[in-house]
């Protein structure tokens, strides 16, 4: 107890980078919903800056919450899954993929059913949190829930009563025995009669929520989603099933209409219709689906399937294979409807317009309205059909009222068809965006860069050939010759594939790091026919041997050692200082430093030829071995069950924080040459530290 004083002591004086995080504080209370059945509600309040990461974070991406309850050998039952509130979700394009978090606060709620004299139930979350220069490595805290009464004795209490009780404060495994003895008195006041710690031996219940509801950053993503919407609108517009009926329409309003301000109000009336019947089309998408569905197709594997099998049936009707037409029936019935004339007939109009041009903008409307879905918003669709019917609806407005803009419109032509094929390639592509997806979440290794690269590649290089004619397809008239658009399109989708070659080299392709896997998910990751090892240019370079313990970090080839002990000890071997990495698979500042930092050629020769480097990652899930299992210092009574604990036991004790990344340069002796240092993206600054450092070694 002394020594934990004493410790506890220390930390509050440390100063700079040395400093100990608890961002997030966890309180518990319990909802009557029947005579059996409770909500358990577990609620983060989250200090301002820092995010606390969702229950369902794709393969690869940070540490998820995951919420763990004792059932006490069958004394209650859970009922679904861990219930959480809308929150933020951002393409990250550090894990390069979409990740949902929570600012300010999160409430879970998880129901159970009680099946016998129950007063408590205990539970554990394990979290992650992260601000905009540090992550902290993953925490267990408890949780204590306080039913008010034994199930047997409700039978007079209504349903979906709210039970206050005194708040529960989550007792944290980071917490002294003084505090957790504060959190078990508070639980004895309000008539808690088991100890808290009763999870040791009990067998558990993980539950992961698959129903979670999300809500997108409304300025950014939603007027993405606006802008895409309308581009492709524009271009369904450009269609041979759209086109032709521009010219046709507005001269139908303006011969019938007795006056020509008669005719531009029909014309308007009738593009108003058109927005009304595509935002209506996207309201039905949100409330069929809801929230919880759109938010699940970004990460659910069968959707992304599913996904991938209906934009290639739409890629297929693009070009040429056969056409998807709605039923005449359809056409016919709303047609006679039309003939009513009025409000009502306009509609109607618009309605056939709709469903006649189905075929061409079918495929364009059903894709966007899966990527307005996966974009996590459950307007996100309504904003889509907004923005594509505009820009349907715009011109039969425009031309009705300036008649004479009618002149300046091209004619009809094999140019609307290679419109049409040049969409489906687009669609082609994209659907193997998806199989991508399900293939990630998956962990197949099936479609991994190299191969998701090569596809492309090969879709858009015969999409560059197409373009100059070299290709043709079962509706396409005669090519006497390529016209000036024609060929500049064509030379720019040429450009676009010779850029992506690179990539199976290990290239970054920061142009569309959104849409191929990661780096790390390839066949290698120093590129094609780059060895590792041997006598190929990644032979270790200054390492004719690569000592034991240590490894070749790509795609620079650092060498880096994951064990302290080790990597103190081949420093000693080859006379070179000690840098310390604390870090993490889920450290999205980690992987920023060492994206845009380490690769400066000024600071990757110090970290290749100055230094060794010793990566510890806090966040390491395998389990330590049963010799190096001991004790935790900082949780009396607990042991250290994984790697990352003893790495974020050893930066918490020695260097009095938590947070990562975090970089220690010491000599032999394991005394600091300098300051450690936290995040730190200028790549002057961070240079001058490591120089600073390295010169001081003896």
Not at 53 to 81: C, H, L, M, R, W
Not at 395 to 401: D, K, N, R, T
Request: aromatic share 10%; with cysteine.
């Amino acid at each position: 107890m002394k020594k934990l004083i004493l410790l506890l002591a220390l930390c509050s004086l440390a100063i700079g980078n040395s400093q100990i995080f608890e961002p997030v504080k966890w309180t518990t209370s319990v909802e009557k919903i029947s005579n059996t059945e409770y909500k358990l509600v577990s609620k983060a309040s989250i200090e301002a800056g820092w995010h606390l990461y969702s229950q369902e974070v794709p393969e690869g991406g940070p540490v998820p919450t995951t919420f763990t309850y004792n059932d006490e050998k069958g004394a209650f039952k859970i009922i679904g899954n861990t219930s959480e509130e809308e929150g933020h979700i951002v393409d990250d394009p550090v894990f390069e993929m979409k990740i949902k978090f929570f600012e300010k606060s999160a409430v879970f709620e998880q129901t159970i059913e009680v099946l016998g004299d129950k007063k408590l139930v205990n539970g554990t979350v394990e979290f992650m949190v992260c601000d905009d220069t540090k992550c902290l490595p993953p925490k267990e805290v408890d949780l204590v829930f306080n039913l008010p009464v034994s199930a047997s004795n409700t039978s007079d209490t209504k349903n979906n009563e709210k039970v206050k009780e005194s708040p529960v404060v989550a007792q944290s495994s980071d917490e002294s025995p003084a505090d957790k003895q504060d959190h078990k008195n508070k639980a004895e006041d309000a008539s808690v009669v088991e100890a808290s710690d009763n999870t040791k031996d009990a067998s558990k219940v993980t539950v992961s929520s698959a129903d979670s509801s999300s809500k997108s950053k409304p300025k950014k993503g939603l007027w993405g989603i606006f802008f895409i919407a309308f581009l492709s609108g524009f271009a369904a517009l450009l269609t041979p099933c759209v086109f032709p009926m521009i010219p046709m329409t507005v001269s139908f309003f303006t011969k019938q209409s007795k006056t020509k301000a008669s005719g531009i109000r029909n014309a308007i009336i009738y593009g108003i219709s058109i927005i009304v019947i595509y935002v209506l089309l996207g309201s039905l998408v949100s409330l069929v689906f809801g929230a919880d569905a759109l938010n699940a197709l970004s990460t659910n594997v069968w959707f992304n399937i599913a996904f991938f099998l209906l934009l290639l049936i739409f890629a297929a009707s693009f070009l040429g294979a056969f056409e998807i037409m709605l039923p005449n029936s359809w056409a016919n019935k709303v047609d006679r409807q039309a003939d009513r004339g009025g409000l009502i007939g306009i509609f109607f109009m618009a309605l056939a317009l709709a469903i006649v041009s189905f075929s061409c903008t079918g495929p364009i409307v059903g894709t966007l309205l899966v990527e307005a879905a996966t974009g996590g918003s459950q307007v996100g669709p309504i904003i889509g059909m907004l923005g594509f019917s505009l820009a349907i609806a715009l011109p039969f407005a425009l031309f009705a009222a300036f008649p004479g803009w009618l002149n300046s419109l091209p004619k009809s032509g094999g140019w609307l068809n290679t419109v049409k094929v040049v969409l489906g390639f687009l669609e082609l592509a994209l659907a193997f965006k998806f199989l991508s997806n399900a293939d990630l979440v998956l962990q197949l290794h099936w479609l991994e860069r190299e191969v998701f690269l090569a596809i492309w590649i090969a879709i858009f290089g015969a999409l560059a050939f197409y373009l100059f004619g070299k290709i043709q397809l079962p509706h396409d008239s005669p090519i006497t010759h390529i016209s000036v658009g024609r060929l500049s399109l064509g030379l720019l989708v040429l450009s676009f594939t010779i850029y992506m070659i690179p990539g199976l080299w290990g290239a970054p392709l920061n142009l569309i790091s959104a849409f191929p896997p990661p780096q790390h998910y390839s066949e290698s990751p120093y590129g094609v026919g780059f060895a590792k090892t041997g006598s190929g240019s990644a032979s270790a370079e200054n390492h004719t041997d690569i000592p034991e313990g240590a490894h070749l970090m790509p795609p620079h080839n650092i060498l880096a050692f994951n064990d302290y002990d080790k990597g103190l000890a081949y420093a000693k071997k080859v006379g070179k200082p000690v840098m310390i990495d604390f870090t993490g698979h889920a450290c999205v500042n980690c992987r920023k430093m060492e994206q845009n930092v380490w690769v400066k050629p000024k600071v990757l020769d110090i970290l290749k030829k100055d230094v060794v480097l010793i990566s510890l990652y806090v966040d390491d899930k395998r389990r330590l071995e049963a010799n190096e299992v001991v004790d935790s210092k900082l949780r009396p009574g607990k042991k250290l069950k994984y790697i990352g604990q003893k790495w974020s036991e050893l930066q918490t004790i020695k260097y009095k924080t938590n947070s990562q990344p975090f970089y220690v340069l010491m000599d032999h002796n394991e005394t600091n040459l300098i300051d450690p240092v936290a995040y730190t993206p200028d790549v002057e600054e961070y240079f001058t530290w490591l120089k600073t450092g390295v010169s001081k070694f003896k």
